[in-house]
C-alpha cells in the first residue's frame, strides 16, 4: 500500500514540475514581447537553468515583464 501512495505522489510530482516548467518558459518568452532588457534576459536564463523556480523570480522582480516606457510615444 505504502509503495504505491508513494509512486502516485512521486508522479504527480513530476507532472507538476513539467507542467510548471512549460508555464515558466511561456512566460519568459511572453516577457519578450515589451522589449529585450537585463530583466527578461535574465528571467530567460534562470527559467533555462532553474526552471520552475522562475516563479520565485517573477513574483518578486518588480520590473520583469513590465511595458517599457517609450518617451517618443
Do not use: D
Not at 21 to 44: E, M, Q, V, W
Not at 59 to 64: E, K, T, V
Request: proline share 4%.
Amino acid at each position: 500500500m505504502f509503495p504505491q501512495i508513494m509512486s502516485i505522489i512521486i508522479i504527480l510530482g513530476v507532472v507538476l514540475i513539467v507542467i510548471l516548467h512549460f508555464a515558466a518558459l511561456l512566460t519568459s518568452l511572453y516577457c519578450f514581447k515589451y522589449g529585450i532588457n537585463t530583466t527578461s534576459i535574465l528571467g530567460f536564463i534562470l527559467w533555462f537553468f532553474l526552471g520552475p523556480f522562475f516563479w520565485f523570480y517573477y513574483a518578486f522582480s518588480p520590473n520583469y515583464c513590465n511595458e517599457l516606457y517609450n518617451i517618443n510615444r
